[in-house]
């Protein structure tokens, strides 16, 4: 079992869609979860970042994570043709260098 | 900006053959990563480097190594390529050897034949 699942898709979503994003981990140890975007044939950038569990909310883009259940999401919401990529969660605990990946999610949205 | 300049963008190379994936950043960052990343695996760190002089090992670092000489050059060297490392390798900085936020290069295309 991979200690960060994610599924890999496609997704495909007409725009305006609210799009939900998620990731699910094995190891109790991580304490910061992160999202990354990455276009296609570009190197991952964050989107967002949060700490422990909660909500964190940024424009369009909200992040969860629920600890208990192991368990994160990122919504997008009202989807635009330019959030169209792949959806990156890492996720890792103070001072380790090892950030951990998922696979990602590849999103499409249609005009 | 540049940011982070990987090169080669892309290359072919031939199996038993050597080769150097070079990284240079311009934002006086202290840590330097290499990931590869394959489909349907994410990105696994292959080496890391919390400062210039020093360096470590990822989830996967076998076949490769890595030397940090000054801030801002982080080379990857496969000294005997096999097609299992057929992949896209990432170099990545951060401000500090632990950070939420790294920040990628464009990435360099490997094939091995």
């Known amino acids: 079992q991979k200690e960060v699942e994610q599924d890999p898709g496609p997704l495909s979503v007409p725009e305006g869609a609210i799009v939900s994003l998620n990731c699910t981990y094995s190891?109790?140890?991580?304490?910061?979860f992160m999202w990354y975007r990455q276009y296609s044939r570009k190197g991952p950038e964050l989107l967002m970042y949060t700490y422990s569990s909660g909500n964190k909310e940024d424009g369009r883009f909200t992040a969860q994570v629920d600890k208990s259940s192991k368990y994160i999401s990122l919504f997008i919401r009202d989807s635009q043709p330019s959030d169209s990529a792949t959806y990156l969660c890492?996720?890792?605990?103070?001072?380790?260098?090892?950030?951990?990946f998922g696979a990602g999610t590849r999103l499409t949205v249609k005009p | 900006t540049a940011g982070i300049t990987q090169a080669p963008t892309s290359q072919i190379l031939a199996a038993g053959r050597s080769m150097t994936l070079r990284c240079t950043q311009d934002?006086?960052?202290?840590?330097m990563y290499w990931y590869r990343q394959d489909l349907g695996l994410g990105l696994r760190l292959i080496h890391y480097s919390n400062t210039a002089g020093t360096t470590g090992k990822g989830e996967v670092p076998d076949g490769y190594s890595v030397s940090r000489a000054n801030t801002d050059d982080f080379p990857l060297t496969l000294a005997s390529a096999v097609p299992s490392q057929t992949s896209v390798y990432f170099c990545a900085s951060s401000e500090q050897g632990w950070n939420t936020e790294a920040f990628f290069g464009q990435g360099t295309r490997l094939t091995v034949v």
């Open positions: 934002m006086r960052h202290n840590a």
């Open positions: 190891n109790s140890a991580f304490q910061y």
């Open positions: 890492a996720m890792t605990w103070y001072n380790n260098n090892d950030m951990r």
